[in-house]
């Protein structure tokens, strides 16, 4: 079978001479940097077209889909983005209706909104004390589809940024006795495939759809995903059609390149990596765990139902209790020890450990935070609030495309509380909605918000950047009044 990323490569030391797109013809000198320019193609004869595959993408992505195990599999140069906008679009009609884990990421949203669709959100179980959320558990996926039989689809995270898986398995039986099909956001974990060490794949346990992000937790080049097809009840030429739009028509064949490579070097050498891998992640977690201030968080100390299983990749770091908070632990590690960790949340820090970081990785972060445990002080954990979660049930007055489309006004935050969001705003990362245009904005949003701010967390999403304003929906513009709220 042809390779891809040996083609390229092949070709890029050829003597053809490019009078074709992109601009640079394959020249290192027309740039003001050393770019892999002469592996940087268009769609030129014997490399095939992504959104037509007949020839080496169509191989490559079959090849990715035999490694999984599943029907089919789409390469994404757009990310879990395009996946995600792909996967909602050919499984729900438009304004129809889908159940979705409110911790979903924005993507999912943008989804909503584009095809003007009514969600019903299911909130996942929360840890108030870690500021961690749960998993969702298969007893409220029943109950929220028998009180919502027009429900079309069901879409949720597992794991979720955090680690936290749900019990894909048991929610695909009960989805499935509803006869809708079963959308898991895997994007974080594409590595689960690899080693019995972590939990078992959504693909593997009955889910429809899964999207992954190869460039998280696989060496592979940011942007790279996947779409796999599962199941019949996915609908093979909607998915085909919507990742045709959702995409970009020029697709680099840098980034395919990268997937055929991650998928070639895994077939042949994944199962000693990802062995070495998962001893390394072991070891420095058993001598991360004796940490006596800074808490190492397994899944059996998340608080509430809903938790499967946990993947033990996301290295969650607790500052309950200690003298600092996540935000300033991120700092701390990042300008002393020059250590860049992937999220700094209130009360924790979030490092993702992948099969490319090395034995020495492990030991500088295990050095850094042992040093950090000794030096910070122990606190009385009664004295710190009880925030709430930044997924605090929010009431729905619109759907996603009314309050977006609607008249707006801006208001300052604490003259918006009571009037219907326009906008989005999120903690990025890990890019989930804290509030969603069409809910009620409450006082208890305007305290997170300004929470957030204080504390050194990115809150994006708000038109104003500085977080002082928010945009809200004009209802009578539109006949609010004739809008039932969702359910909650």
Sequence with gaps: MERLYKKLESYGQSDYYPFHMPGHKRNRASSA????????????????NLHHAEGILKEAQEYAAQIYGTKKCFFSVNGSTAAL????????????????????????????????????YIYPH?????????????????????????????LLTSPTYDG???DIKTIAEVVHRHKIPLIVDEAHGAHLHYSKYFPVSAADL???????????????????AVLHICSDMADVEKIKRFMGIYQ??????????????????????????FREFTFNLEKARQRLSKCEKIKLIEGSMIEGSGIYDFDRSKLLFSTVGTS????????????????????????????????GDTEEGFERLCTAIEEIDAEIQQTDESEESQYHTSHARMTQLMTISQAVDAQQRRYSLKESVGKVSAEFAYLYPP??????????????????????????????????????????????????????????
Excluded: W
């Design 164 to 166: 936290v898986v749900s």
């Design 33 to 48: 940097d050393d770019f892999l320019f002469e592996r940087d193609i268009t769609e030129i004869s014997g490399f095939d």
């Design 85 to 120: 906008l792909a996967a909602v679009s050919a499984s729900v009609n438009k304004g129809g209706k889908i159940l979705v884990a409110r911790n979903c990421h924005k993507a999912v949203y943008h989804a909503l909104y584009l095809r003007e669709l009514q969600p019903v």
């Design 248 to 273: 970009t028509s020029s697709p680099s064949y840098i980034l395919m390149a990268s997937m055929d490579a991650c998928m070639d070097k895994l077939r042949k050498d994944g199962q000693q990596m």
């Design 206 to 224: 009955g889910a429809d759809i899964v999207i992954q992000s190869f460039h998280k937790t696989l060496p592979s080049m940011t942007q790279t």
């Design 431 to 488: 890019g989930i909605p804290i509030i969603v245009p069409g809910e009620q904005i409450t006082g208890q949003f305007v305290r997170n918000v300004r929470r957030y701010m204080e504390q050194g967390l990115e809150v994006q999403g708000l038109s104003d950047t500085s977080a002082e304003t928010i945009c809200v929906a004009a209802r009578n513009e539109i006949g609010q009044e004739e809008y039932s709220p969702a359910k909650e």
């Design 324 to 355: 600092v908070n996540g935000h300033l632990l991120h700092q701390i590690l990042r300008d002393r020890y020059h250590i860049e960790m992937e999220m700094a949340a209130e009360k924790y820090v979030l490092g993702i450990a992948a099969v």
């Design 126 to 154: 929360e840890d108030q004390r870690l500021g961690i959320n749960g998993g969702i558990s298969p007893e409220r996926v029943e109950r929220y589809l028998e009180e919502n039989t027009d429900v079309q689809a069901v």
